[in-house]
T-cell receptor, first 116, second 117 residues
Framework: AQKITQTQPGMFVQEKEAVTLDCTYD???????LFWYKQPSSGEMIFLIY??????QNATEGRYSLNFQKARKSANLVISASQLGDSAMYFC?????????????FGTGTRLQVTL | GAVVSQHPSWVICKSGTSVKIECRSL??????MFWYRQFPKQSLMLMAT?????????EQGVEKDKFLINHASLTLSTLTVTSAHPEDSSFYIC?????????????FGNGTRLTVT
């Protein structure tokens, strides 16, 4: 079974500062993918960044980077130079690599509020 | 990029009626689509996996006779909430995987907010 844990229900960050959103995971799959999604108040799920379990380097996408520590089973999202438009719910998710585990399993989410 | 269209974006219906929600992959073929449900301030919970040309696979605790899923083509999956009741009021969102492999991201529709009165 796969499990995603996000321990921060809510986070505040000042505009232009960096913020780290925590995510830990548990799986018995040897190969898996980790994803981060942003959900604004309108409800759509916006894909941000992906990290494969065998990737040697941490993933980066613009202002988003993923701090992947495989031994610790953590995949924290770092948002640099926060903007007001970054205020949203952020979900960490995992996808296994075998059979029905190809579905995405989500964490409980972190609500990020960017302040002036 | 891959686009998933979901319709309607919101619907209000009376208790006892049925509601159909459509999920389309616009620029790619999706042999598998996923249906999620999200209650306010909660995470997305997978309801079922929709497989083109075969029966859907439902998650434990999801009533297959209440939430009918049809995936008749490679670009369309539908979720029908039958005999809806107020407790079915929720945000339903579908997703599809762009066929680059199992670790390609799921692309989501914009969701359907269902209110049953």
């Amino acid at each position: 079974a796969q499990k995603i844990t996000q321990t921060q229900p809510g986070m505040f960050v000042q505009e232009k500062e960096a913020v780290t959103l925590d995510c830990t995971y548990d799986t018995s799959d040897p190969s898996y993918g980790l994803f981060w999604y942003k959900q604004p108040s309108s409800g759509e799920m916006i894909f941000l960044i992906y990290q494969g379990s065998y990737d040697q380097q941490n993933a980066t996408e613009g202002r988003y980077s993923l701090n992947f520590q495989k031994a610790r089973k953590s995949a924290n999202l770092v948002i640099s130079a926060s903007q007001l438009g970054d205020s949203a719910m952020y979900f960490c998710a995992m996808r296994g690599n075998t059979g029905t585990a190809s579905k995405l399993t989500f964490g409980t989410g972190t609500r990020l509020q960017v302040t002036l | 990029g891959a686009v998933v269209s979901q319709h309607p974006s919101w619907v209000i219906c009376k208790s006892g009626t049925s509601v159909k929600i459509e999920c389309r992959s616009l620029d790619f073929q999706a042999t598998t689509m996923f249906w999620y449900r999200q209650f306010p301030k909660q995470s997305l919970m997978l309801m079922a996996t929709s497989n083109e040309g075969s029966k859907a696979t439902y998650e434990q605790g999801v009533e297959k006779d209440k939430f009918l899923i049809n995936h008749a083509s490679l670009t369309l999956s539908t979720l029908t909430v039958t005999s809806a009741h107020p407790e079915d009021s929720s945000f339903y969102i579908c997703s599809a995987s762009f066929p680059r492999g199992r670790n390609s991201p799921l692309h989501f529709g914009n969701g359907t907010r269902l209110t049953v009165t």
